[in-house]
């Protein structure tokens, strides 16, 4: 519809949005959109350049919300509550798409719940600062998911306590206390996030996950961040 197409992207939701679609490790798409300098940017804009879902979870969005403008609040909520949540519970359970993924060497046979929480954009807590990671948690309501080798984008300067959100093992943005809180809430409102991080938090309250170690995660971002300059 013409109308979708022309839907548009702040500065700042571009920002996020471009953090969240390359710390994906099967996203594809032209690099060529990491240069905009648009203030303004539309959803015809990505179709050209979005080979991924990622494009289709932005225009799909849209047309369930009336969205006119994404800010950068709006993409938050969107990959960190329940239409994404939804989205990710059905990848998860396609089949189709888990031979996909294994095709491409990501086997979640036994790591669904894994896969789930990396998926969802998550806000954290920063406990540890290294080089260029950090070490953070995840604390909801009684749910605590350590995670290590969460990998911080050049320029993007934290300390200890600081709270942060984070997509597949990448660092994409700052967050302030109030967003965190409500990003929180209705995590935890939500059914199935609920299921699958109640299970986490048996396996990673006092053992961290280890993004080294889970589909060598830390190293792939680290090797793109790089080589995009970020």
């Excluded at 500065?11 to 390359?22: C, P, R, S, Y």
């Excluded at 990491?34 to 969005?61: H, M, P, R």
């Excluded at 800010?71 to 960190?80: G, S, V, Y």
């Excluded at 709270?163 to 809180?181: N, Y």
């Amino acid at each position: 519809m013409r109308e979708l197409d022309e839907v548009r992207l702040t500065q700042e939701a571009m920002k996020l949005f471009l953090k969240i679609l390359i710390a994906e490790p099967t996203s594809e798409y032209d690099e060529r959109i990491l240069g905009w300098q648009k203030n303004l940017v539309t959803l015809k804009d990505l179709k050209e350049c979005i080979k991924s879902g990622a494009y289709g979870t932005l225009k799909s969005f849209a047309a369930k919300n009336n969205i006119q403008k994404f800010t950068q609040e709006t993409i938050l909520e969107l990959f960190a509550l329940d239409f994404h949540i939804e989205q990710v519970e059905e990848i998860i359970s396609s089949a189709a798409h888990r031979k996909l993924l294994k095709a491409q060497g990501y086997d979640i046979s036994g790591l669904e719940a894994e896969y789930f929480f990396l998926h969802v954009v998550n806000p954290f807590k920063v406990t540890k600062i290294h080089t260029s990671r950090v070490d953070a948690i995840y604390k909801n309501n009684g749910l605590e998911i350590c995670v290590e080798g969460l990998v911080v984008p050049k320029g993007l300067r934290l300390d200890k306590e600081d709270v942060v959100a984070c997509h597949f093992s990448m660092v994409i943005d700052k967050l302030k206390e109030d967003i965190a809180h409500y990003l929180l809430r209705e995590q935890f409102l939500n059914p199935i996030l609920s299921r699958y991080y109640q299970a986490l938090s048996s396996k990673y309250s006092q053992n961290p996950l280890n993004y080294n170690n889970f589909f060598n995660l830390t190293s792939w971002t680290k090797d793109i961040l790089k080589r995009l300059g970020l």
